[in-house]
């Protein structure tokens, strides 16, 4: 029972295949969706709002991301499992991209890595892929750069298209093996889709990009307060642990836990 590589995912893009990515940031959740079969597996630095209670991805640091990334690969059998090198882990050079990933693949065990930009970040994916680590890209809204892009839609208009593209191509230019698109018109990231031959994965990017990408807090209904309007909630599940706290403390005040079955004379 191997994991599932790069090439596995490619072959499936190839039989037309949709793919399903969640993010992770812990063993047991990585468990639960490796056996649920989800082939792969993102440690995303979107850690920062949604596991470890900061505001924004930018704080999140390399050796956060080490530590939970052992944690999934730790918690799974056969996704592939891949890590976002955060903000300042790659922008100033190549070889700082090299020495970060390295750690992730070394350290962690992680399969593969991801990074954000497109023709700013092809010299970055050339050498990483030169060296045998897999890259996934990402482009459109880039959550590291929020301080100078805020969160909109990216890609509207000819002029914005036209980078886009030129983005995808780039990245795959550099040896990426799958792309993120991230808030980008459908019909635009479907004309990404057509244009390159690497995965395109979509998150608020509709329907016709060959993967989707979601983050899993959003997805099972976790995250409190506003949640984009791209995500989808499959489950409620800050209801069901906030009930399951409330009857657990009603038992305890109320004298009913423990009861005669969990206790030992
Ligand atoms: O960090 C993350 O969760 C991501 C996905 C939204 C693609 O980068
Ligand atoms: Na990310």
Not at 149 to 163: D, L, T
Request: aromatic share 6%; charged share 20%; hydrophobic share 45%.
């Amino acid at each position: 029972n191997r994991r599932v590589t790069v090439h596995d995912i490619a072959a499936a893009t190839a039989r037309g295949e949709k793919w399903p990515m969640l993010t992770a940031y812990d063993a047991m959740t990585a468990s639960v969706f490796d056996e649920a079969g989800i082939p792969v597996m993102l440690v995303g630095d979107s850690m920062g709002n949604c596991h470890l209670g900061y505001e924004t991805t930018v704080p999140v640091t390399m050796d956060e991301i080490a530590i939970l990334s052992a944690a999934v690969v730790r918690g799974t059998k056969r996704a592939l499992v891949v890590a976002d090198l955060p903000f300042g882990a790659y922008q100033e050079s190549p070889v700082q991209a090299l020495r970060n990933a390295t750690r992730l693949i070394k350290e962690s065990g992680v399969g593969a890595v991801k990074l954000e930009g497109g023709e700013r970040s092809h010299e970055q994916i050339k050498l990483l892929v030169d060296a045998g680590i897999p890259v996934m890209a990402h482009i459109g809204l880039t959550p590291q750069s929020v301080n100078a892009m805020g969160y909109r839609v990216q890609g509207r208009g000819e002029e914005a298209a036209q980078q886009m593209l030129r983005d995808a191509k780039a990245v795959q230019d550099a040896g990426a093996f799958a792309v993120v698109l991230e808030l980008v018109p459908a019909e635009l990231a479907a004309e990404v889709t057509r244009t390159l031959h690497i995965p395109t994965v979509g998150i608020g990017a509709g329907p016709d990009t060959d993967a989707q990408v979601l983050v899993y807090t959003d997805m099972v209904g976790l995250t409190g307060g506003k949640v984009p309007r791209f995500t989808k909630q499959y489950a409620d599940l800050r209801q069901i642990l906030g009930d399951a706290a409330k009857a657990y403390a009603d038992e305890v005040a109320g004298g009913t836990f423990p009861a005669p079955e969990h206790t030992f004379h």
